[in-house]
């Protein structure tokens, strides 16, 4: 079997033109404010494309570009400026933030329609609720549009999410849930994962290591869903073996051009749904 391949670039492409027509017949500009603090190159090389996909949309990014030494209270009084800027419809802090600072009080100081990456406890809490109006997180929000791409029905089939952060691994898994599939979350702690693999329909890789999945993890016939981004010195690679994954899948998505496009776009989106909330009549 050769999988078929998830063209995320594509599918991104589609979505931006989409949001694109509908901004051009806004009121207003949407802007969207991204922090960053500290100088990270990865996280630099994701602001820069973040902000070009903004104001290819016809959105106006806003770049906060903070030093590494940043204060926490330094940072919380920049996001409570922007809770309460006209011109901000998204804020955006991209992480990881540098070591001294807490992430979870840092993300919960967004205020919660502003909070277009979804990570703040209300709209996350939303989501376990299956409650409508929550901004949905990029990267799993990303995921289950390529999913919806394979035309396969979703309800009872067996997903696998390797890894549990805040940001993927546990939005992914409650997103998949609320599309009615059977969710198992693996981790670092999970026993006998190659076999727990081999009984996903759907198995979502995202660990942060690249190549970790290889062809015993992956039953014949199942969709692959690879969120990892790792660096590596042979380039990019994403957390699944491609090669070996292509010839035992029925779908797969690439790194580059699957998960990683979807998640801009989806930004772009949710910038877009904050935009139209805060002009609601
Ligand atoms: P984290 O490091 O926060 O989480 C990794 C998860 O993998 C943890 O839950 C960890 O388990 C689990 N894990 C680690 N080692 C193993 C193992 N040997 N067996 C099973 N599980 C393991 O990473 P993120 O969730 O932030 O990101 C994951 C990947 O996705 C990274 O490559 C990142 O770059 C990429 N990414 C891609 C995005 C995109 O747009 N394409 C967006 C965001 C991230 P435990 O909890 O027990 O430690």
Same mark, same amino acid.
């Given at each position: ?13 589609? +979505? ?14 949407? &802007? ?14 994701? +602001? ?19 030093? %590494? ?6 940072? =919380?009084?920049? /996001? ?10 998204? /804020? $955006? ?13 840092? =993300?919960?100081?967004?205020?919660? #329609? ?32 390529? =999913? ?14 390797? &890894? ?11 997103? $998949? ?14 026993? &006998?994962? %190659? ?21 015993? @993890? ?23 073996? @491609? ?8 779908? /797969? ?10 998640? /801009?776009?989806? $930004? $772009?989106?949710?910038?877009? #749904? ?8």
């Amino acid at each position: 079997m050769t999988a078929q391949v998830l063209d995320g670039k594509k599918l991104a492409q589609s +979505v931006r033109l989409g949001l694109k027509q509908k901004i051009a017949a806004f009121p207003q500009i949407p &802007g969207l404010a991204v922090i960053i603090a500290g100088n990270n190159p990865a996280s630099e090389i994701y +602001v820069r494309s973040k902000a070009k996909a903004c104001r290819e949309t016809g959105i106006i990014p806003y770049t906060y570009r903070l030093p %590494a030494d940043t204060s926490a209270d330094e940072l =919380l009084s920049l /996001i409570q400026k922007l809770n309460a800027s006209p011109e901000i419809n998204g /804020i $955006l802090v991209q992480l990881p933030l540098p070591a001294h600072l807490d992430t979870t009080q840092i =993300l919960g100081a967004v205020t919660p #329609e502003k909070d277009v990456d979804g990570f703040h406890p209300l709209n996350a809490g939303l989501v376990v609720q299956k409650q409508a109006g929550a901004f949905l997180p990029c990267t799993p929000k990303g995921i289950i549009r390529l =999913l919806r791409q394979t035309g396969k029905d979703l309800n009872g089939l067996n997903a696998v999410v390797v &890894g549990r952060s805040q940001i993927v691994g546990l939005p992914a898994a409650h997103l $998949l849930l609320n599309e009615n599939c059977t969710v198992t979350v693996a981790h670092s702690r999970t026993r &006998g994962l %190659a076999s727990l693999c081999r009984s996903a329909d759907i198995l979502v890789a995202a660990v942060g290591k690249p190549e970790f999945i290889t062809r015993d @993890f992956i039953k014949p016939g199942a969709i692959i869903i690879d969120v990892g981004i790792n660096r590596t010195p042979d380039g990019l690679k994403g957390d699944v073996c @491609f090669s070996e994954a292509i010839e035992t899948a029925s779908y /797969i998505t690439p790194v580059p051009g699957g998960v990683g496009p979807m998640t /801009i776009a989806m $930004l $772009l989106e949710n910038t877009c #749904e904050a935009f139209l909330k805060q002009h609601r009549p």
